[in-house]
C-alpha cells in the first residue's frame, strides 16, 4: 500500500527567506510523485511531477523539488518566498505499474504556508 | 479553456434534500474522480470512475452515488443531504497514466443545514 506523509501542517516563513516544505512517502513500487498547489477557495493546481526522469524536478513559479529514494523523501523548495507563494501545498504519489484503483493517486493532508512580509 | 467546470459552485441544502453536482471535462481523459476536502483531512476520494458506464467507491462513498453515462461527464448525487455532507467538493480527471497527473476543477461549496 502506499501513503504520503506531509511534515508540519502549517509552515511559516518570512519574505525572501527560502520555503521547505517536507513529504514522504512510502511505495513498494516505483512511485510517481507529485506536488499540487491549491489558493484561497480555488481547485488544485500542480507545481511539478517525478516520473523516474530527472531527480530534481523544476516546476512552476521557481519551486523544484527532489526525488531521494534512500530517503523515500520528495521535499518541496524555493530559494526566496514571495507573498505570493502563500498557499496550501499537497504531496501526492501514485504507482508507475497499475491501473484501475491501485494507480489513484493518494494525497497527504496538506502543508498551509504562510509568508509574512 | 480546456479543462474541469464544476457546477454549481456554491449550494445551501437543507437536511434531507437531495442534489446533484456536475462535473465536465473536455480533455478526453479516461479517468474521473469526486473528492471532498475538510478541514484537517486533506483530500478524501468518494468515487471514481475508469471509463464510460463503470465506477467504482474509494475512500468515503456511503451516502453518495454516481453515474457517467458520457466520457466527459461525472455527476456526483447526494439522495438525502445530511449536515456531516458539508464540505467543498472538487472533480478531477486524469488520463489512465497517472504519471501525467490529474486536472482539478474548482469546487463546489456544500453546506447542509
Known amino acids: 500500500a502506499q501513503s504520503v506523509t506531509q511534515l508540519g501542517s502549517h509552515v511559516s516563513v518570512s519574505e525572501g527567506a527560502l520555503v521547505l516544505l517536507r513529504c514522504n512517502y512510502s511505495s513498494s513500487v516505483p512511485p510517481y510523485l507529485f506536488w499540487y498547489v491549491q489558493y484561497p477557495n480555488q481547485g488544485l493546481q500542480l507545481l511539478l511531477k517525478y516520473t523516474s526522469a530527472a531527480t530534481l524536478v523544476k516546476g512552476i513559479n521557481g519551486f523544484e523539488a527532489e526525488f531521494k529514494k534512500s530517503e523515500t523523501s520528495f521535499h518541496l523548495t524555493k530559494p526566496s518566498a514571495h507573498m505570493s507563494d502563500a498557499a496550501e501545498y499537497f504531496c501526492?504519489?501514485?504507482?508507475?505499474?497499475?491501473?484501475?484503483?491501485?494507480?489513484?493517486?493518494?494525497f497527504g493532508k496538506g502543508t498551509k504556508l504562510s509568508v509574512k512580509p | 479553456n480546456a479543462g474541469v467546470t464544476q457546477t454549481p459552485k456554491f449550494r445551501v441544502l437543507k437536511t434531507g434534500q437531495s442534489m446533484t453536482l456536475l462535473c465536465a471535462q473536455d480533455?478526453?481523459?479516461?479517468?474521473m474522480y469526486w473528492y471532498r476536502q475538510d478541514p484537517g483531512m486533506g483530500l478524501r476520494l468518494i468515487h471514481y470512475s475508469v471509463g464510460e458506464g463503470t465506477t467504482a467507491k474509494g475512500e468515503v462513498p456511503d451516502g453518495y452515488n454516481v453515474s457517467r453515462l458520457k466520457k466527459q461527464n461525472f455527476l456526483l448525487g447526494l439522495e438525502s443531504a445530511a449536515p456531516s455532507q458539508t464540505s467543498v467538493y472538487f472533480c478531477a480527471s486524469s488520463y489512465r497514466d497517472r504519471g501525467r497527473g490529474y486536472t482539478f476543477g474548482s469546487g463546489t461549496r456544500l453546506t447542509v443545514v
Open positions: 501526492a504519489v501514485s504507482s508507475m505499474n497499475y491501473g484501475g484503483s491501485q494507480g489513484n493517486l493518494i
Open positions: 480533455m478526453n481523459h479516461e479517468y
